[in-house]
Nanobody, 116 residues
């Protein structure tokens, strides 16, 4: 029943890796721009990475070169491979789907904690 469902968060040491997944409906996945956002305590929600229905991508400067967003079209899933994680990456990560004129959707969030 949920439009977006995230998974893959957890606790990892600095320098480690995590892979987040976001499962979407077929309809949303096929035409919406998908993205990952994150929100740390006391901070605004910020864009991490986005990927369009045609595969175009964009990344926040803070994660470029460390994170990779991709789409699995067969599974209607967007992935975020996170490597070389830093303590400042600690946040609640949200999946997002958006298309102008149609609206947007948010997942419930998955917690990523990077700590020694």
């Amino acid at each position: 029943q949920d439009q977006l469902a995230e998974s893959g968060g957890g606790l990892v040491q600095p320098g480690g890796s995590l892979r987040l997944s976001c499962a979407a409906s077929r309809t949303i996945f096929s035409i919406y721009t998908m993205g990952w956002y994150r929100q740390a305590p006391g901070k605004q929600r910020e864009l991490v990475a986005i990927i369009t229905s045609n595969g175009g991508t964009n990344y926040a400067d803070s994660v470029r070169g460390r994170f990779t967003i991709s789409r699995d079209n067969a599974k209607n899933t967007v992935l975020l491979q996170m490597t070389s994680l830093k303590p400042e990456d600690t946040a609640l990560y949200y999946c997002n789907a958006r298309r102008d004129g149609l609206g947007y959707y948010w997942g419930q969030g998955t917690q990523v904690t990077v700590s020694s």
